[in-house]
């Protein structure tokens, strides 16, 4: 009977404690997630993506040994050797010290191996995190990498973290296997303490017999589930590496939230003397002493070299980062003054890499304004001139777009993300390079479709090909992060050797291009 409650209550304590383990492994992911949501998109950009899943799901699991089986078990492991230590304190003080002396010599020879280990851990998972992070890059860019035939040095890359973390786990296990072993050689040789000093007790008349014999079955029990206790020091340095990096994440700045919708009178963007750099406080500003003005509802066109802050300055208006300094308005306001929610829903933003979730077309476009009817949907998509080739597929808007769009080309994903721009309809556009892969007869019809739709929005369009935007109200030139011109096409031309060089080169572009073909 007693031992069928012993099975019955160990099971009922195991369960309820995996209950509760992985009810909180589901708090913890759920608040890595949450959490990203609210940290600025440099932050999230920074750690490599191998890193993240290593931390929301391997390291976090590691916590499940803890909470599901330290706590129950460990528990058994302390209390059933401490009620045996208590009693044989009352048959004799010193014949309960005797039962502890070979774990306590066991646990002093394990200290150097524990200091090992402590230090080739952190070791162990830097080069954890870097195979898993070169894992993701290698199986992201395999098509890039046998296109342009760099599968030597990749995979040389790739089997190379593999080894630095093989040899790594080997340093770790030879650092420990000769100390652990010893440890749990000593721990068990409870008799060699015991019956020596018990003996000696018992020639002096101090133990009886049956005491004598009692304290040596009893301190058997002793060291026992000690032993079991031990079994979970590498756990304990899991423990200690996986809270240090969800702490880091957890407890980075997020970016402060106004919970209070703000009016807005108008939809003009102002930057006024910003700076920016995108590792606060160190390296060039990407952003310098910025003054700009988006007139609402006009066409702003933002060109100019490559690495000049272009994207950065669509970005800030979306708020990913905070400025450095001065600061960006939207109707007058500071954007850190209005709600990131209401940000969302006035602003559509649409870069050249575009991410589609693998699921349906139609429900990628939704994206745009969950609320939307099919119609809506199919009437964007014909706007962003991808609804002939959505209904050309087999299984038309219920096509599945692959994991990160990988089942369509670079041009269809932009024409996608543009359907979900047309459908939030929201008052201001942002246009990253939005039509980058778009052959030029799409191109030129979806050029013609945006500048009907978003007629009195906010529009900014940040394009390489100057054709698509000598139409805008007004051009800025950006070049290390300062506006060096600023006017139409035609002042451009006439007062701006810059704008006049790029629109000579970009002409001599087309000419070549059209001679190719």
């Known amino acids: ?13 195991t369960t309820l404690s995996h209950i509760s383990a992985y009810t909180i492994l589901e708090k913890i992911r759920t608040d890595i997630t949450g959490k990203m949501l609210q940290l600025p998109l440099g932050y999230v950009i920074d750690r490599p993506i191998g890193k993240l899943k290593n931390l929301i799901i391997d390291q976090t699991e590691t916590i499940e040994l803890p909470l599901a089986h330290l706590i129950p078990e460990g528990t058994a492991y302390i209390l059933a050797p401490l009620a045996v230590f208590l009693f044989l304190l009352r048959i004799h003080w010193l014949m309960a010290i005797a039962s502890l ?55 040389a890359k790739f089997t190379s973290a593999i080894e630095d973390f093989r040899r790594l786990t080997l340093d770790w296990f030879r650092s420990t296997w000769a100390g652990g072993n010893l440890m749990m050689a000593i721990m068990p040789t409870t008799l060699l303490g015991v019956l020596p000093i018990g003996m000696g007790l018992y020639m002096r008349g101090s133990l009886s017999i049956e005491s004598l014999v009692l304290c040596i079955i009893l301190s058997m029990a002793v060291v026992g589930p000690l032993m079991g206790l031990t079994t979970y020091l590498n ?34 963007i102002k930057f006024e003397h910003v700076d920016f750099s995108y590792k606060e406080g160190e390296g060039d500003k990407v952003i310098d002493d910025l003054s700009l003005t988006i ?26 980062w905070d400025v450095g300094k001065g600061r960006v308005t939207i109707g007058g306001v500071d954007i850190r003054k209005i709600p990131i929610s209401q940000l969302s829903h006035i602003i559509s933003y649409v870069s050249q890499d575009n991410y589609l979730f693998n699921c349906s077309l139609l429900e990628n476009i939704r994206l745009g304004r969950a609320d939307a009817t099919d119609e809506e949907v199919y009437a964007a998509a014909k706007a962003a001139m991808c609804h002939e080739f959505i209904k050309e597929m087999v299984h038309g808007y219920n096509t599945m777009a692959g994991e990160a769009g990988d089942r369509l080309s670079g041009g ?31 191109e030129d019809k979806i050029q013609r479709s945006i500048a009907n739709l978003t007629r009195g929005k906010t529009l900014l369009v940040i394009a390489h090909r100057l054709s698509t935007i000598k139409n805008a109200d007004s051009i ?42």
Do not use: C
Request: hydrophobic share 40%; charged share 25%.
């Open 1 to 13: 009977g007693g031992y069928l409650l012993k099975l019955l209550l160990f099971e009922i304590s």
């Open 101 to 155: 002396l070979s774990f306590a010599l066991g646990m002093f020879v394990s200290v150097p191996m524990m200091r090992s280990m402590n230090e080739k851990y952190d070791e162990y998972m830097a080069a954890n995190n870097y195979m898993n992070s070169v894992i993701v890059e290698y199986i992201e860019g395999i098509e890039v990498i046998k296109t342009f035939n760099q599968t030597d040095k990749s995979y």
């Open 235 to 268: 756990s304990l340095k899991m423990i200690k590496y996986a809270a240090q990096s969800l702490d880091e994440i957890l407890g980075a700045r997020e970016l402060p939230d106004e919970q209070t919708e703000v009016p807005l009178d108008n939809y003009e």
């Open 295 to 320: 007139q609402e509802g006009a066409f702003t066109a933002l060109i100019g070299p490559s690495g000049g802050g272009k994207s950065t300055v669509a970005r800030l208006i979306s708020r990913f």
């Open 412 to 442: 269809e994903k932009q024409r996608i993300a543009i359907a979900r721009m047309i459908l939030r309809n929201a008052p201001i556009v942002i246009l990253d390079e939005a039509t980058a892969y778009t052959d030029p007869e799409n």
């Open 476 to 517: 800025l030139i950006l070049e290390h992060g300062k506006i060096r011109a600023e006017g139409s096409h035609e002042w451009l031309l006439e007062h701006s050797p810059l704008y006049a060089g790029m629109w000579q080169a970009h002409i001599g572009a087309k000419k070549w291009a059209a001679q190719e073909g």
